[in-house]
């Protein structure tokens, strides 16, 4: 599949209605290989603006990486649908992220909006609950190449001695990442062309103490697919360089 930026316009647990608007900024970068990373970052509840800048990690709802898949099945109709799967690979609820059961029923919308419907643990309540969520495409933007190219580039670390993971996706405009030692947890998410000057990388939100190479990931040029790159205490490697 081609790489991919999508934004959740809300969630709703069944049956209740659904919500003016999300309590949160959720936003997914997808590779072309299927590597994925999910940031959920609580927005501010008296003015629906999302925290922004350097946070505790209590303002992160949820944030999870690892790969994704889809097949048709048939449907409750008879008709095929869309099955999708999120295995977790690194998740801010556990360490033991691949515990965690994600998948759903993808709907295309009329408008290109996407429903997706299934049933996971509500966390204010711990039951598993049925589910729907509406996600759209962001359109992907170059960030400041001549000939107009969209770069996508995945970093990945994996140190089972040191009990340590982290995934950065950078697709286009949007690079973000997420990295467990232990118990210990970081997050960050860039975005190209939210300051004024419209043609410079800007940190929208950062939560923990670790060391994330996401500046490497916006300078594509300076690194060779399967390259290894230390970064604070750990390696990490290239695994995804495209541009289309």
């Known amino acids: 599949m081609a790489p991919n930026i999508s934004k959740r316009h809300y969630l709703r647990w069944l049956p209740d209605p659904i919500p003016n608007e999300d309590n949160t900024s959720t936003i997914v970068t997808t590779s072309g290989g299927n590597r994925f990373v999910d940031l959920r970052i609580f927005k501010n509840p008296s003015n629906g603006v999302v925290f922004k800048g350097v946070a505790p990690l209590s303002q ?67 039951r598993k609950t049925a589910y729907e969520e509406k996600w759209s495409d962001v359109a992907l933007q170059s960030t400041g190449r001549k000939d107009g190219k969209v770069e996508c580039c995945v970093l990945q670390l994996h140190n089972d001695a040191e009990k340590a993971r982290g995934m950065v996706v950078r697709v286009g405009q949007i690079c973000q990442g ?20 419209k043609s410079t990388w800007a940190r929208r939100a950062r939560m923990g103490d670790l060391w994330m190479p996401c500046g490497l990931a916006m300078e594509p040029a300076k690194l060779v697919m399967g390259g290894k790159v230390t970064f604070g205490d750990y390696e990490w490697e290239v695994v995804e360089l495209t541009e289309a």
């Open 60 to 126: 992160l709802e949820w944030g999870f990486a690892g790969t994704s898949s889809s097949t048709l099945k048939p449907g409750t109709n008879g008709a095929l649908v869309t099955h999708s799967k999120w295995n977790h690979w690194i998740d801010s609820r556990t360490p033991k992220a691949e515990s965690v059961q994600d998948e759903g029923i993808m709907q295309p919308l009329p408008n290109g909006d996407t429903l997706e419907t299934g049933s996971m643990i509500n966390p204010a309540t711990g």
């Open 178 to 197: 997420i990295m467990r030692v232990g118990e210990k947890l970081t997050m960050e998410q860039w975005v190209w062309g939210e300051e004024e000057s």
